[in-house]
């Protein structure tokens, strides 16, 4: 079991950034950019208000991760 684990692990790439939470967080705003952009898309101010929460808690959950990739690097 344990090989098994170890022989998958070392078929999997890992990209890791020198900087991750830059990285990260410069995607998660191309990402809400491209949805507020999209013309077929229609917010009333509730939906903003959702979309910043959750781009908070994305942002926390960056930073955590970007603890681990700084271990890396």
């Known amino acids: 079991m344990f090989w098994k684990k170890l022989k998958k692990q070392s078929e999997v790439d890992f990209f890791i950034n020198k ?14 950019h491209q949805i507020l952009l999209n013309t077929e898309n229609k917010f009333n101010q509730e939906r903003l208000d959702q979309l910043k929460t959750i781009k908070v808690f994305a942002e926390k959950i960056i930073s955590f991760i970007a603890q681990f990739e700084d271990e890396f690097v």
Not at 19 to 32: I, S, T
């Open 19 to 32: 900087n991750a939470n830059v990285f990260l967080n410069e995607q998660l705003n191309l990402y809400l």
